[in-house]
């Protein structure tokens, strides 16, 4: 079992920047792709954004040239840069970690997840 944990979530007005952060035990994200989804109120669970195993990045259109995915050198935390946040960016961020060899970006094919971190977005 893998325990991922995320922080960085908060209260910000439209325009402004958060960089969320995940957590994991030893150094898992040198072997697991690693990735970002949320969960708007009464909505399901979507992609944000992902970071494989070499360092390829994906990220869903509505948060291109936006957001962007990055990983720290020791491989043990990853990081979601937000920039130019939107009141529709408001949700509960997770992060999800994966063993598989290639990105997937529905919520069925990633192994861990944590506990989420909330983003409001105030207009």
């Known amino acids: 079992q893998v325990s991922l944990v995320e922080s960085g979530g908060g209260l910000v007005q439209a325009g402004g920047s958060l960089r969320l952060s995940c957590a994991a035990p030893?150094?898992?994200?040198?072997?697991?792709?690693a990735g970002w989804f949320r969960q708007a109120p009464g909505k399901g669970r979507e992609f944000v954004a992902a970071?494989?195993?070499?360092?390829?990045?994906y990220y869903a259109d509505r948060v291109k040239g936006r957001f962007t995915i990055s990983r720290d050198s020791a491989k043990r935390t990853v990081y979601l840069q937000m920039n130019s946040l939107e009141p529709e960016d408001t949700a509960v961020y997770y992060c999800?970690?994966?063993?598989?060899?290639?990105?997937?970006?529905?919520?069925?094919?990633?192994?861990?997840w944590g506990q989420g971190t909330q983003v409001t977005v105030s207009s």
């Open positions: 030893g150094r898992i994200f040198s072997t697991y792709n």
């Open positions: 999800a970690a994966d063993s598989r060899l290639s990105i997937a970006t529905t919520v069925g094919r990633w192994d861990y």
């Open positions: 970071i494989s195993q070499i360092s390829n990045t």
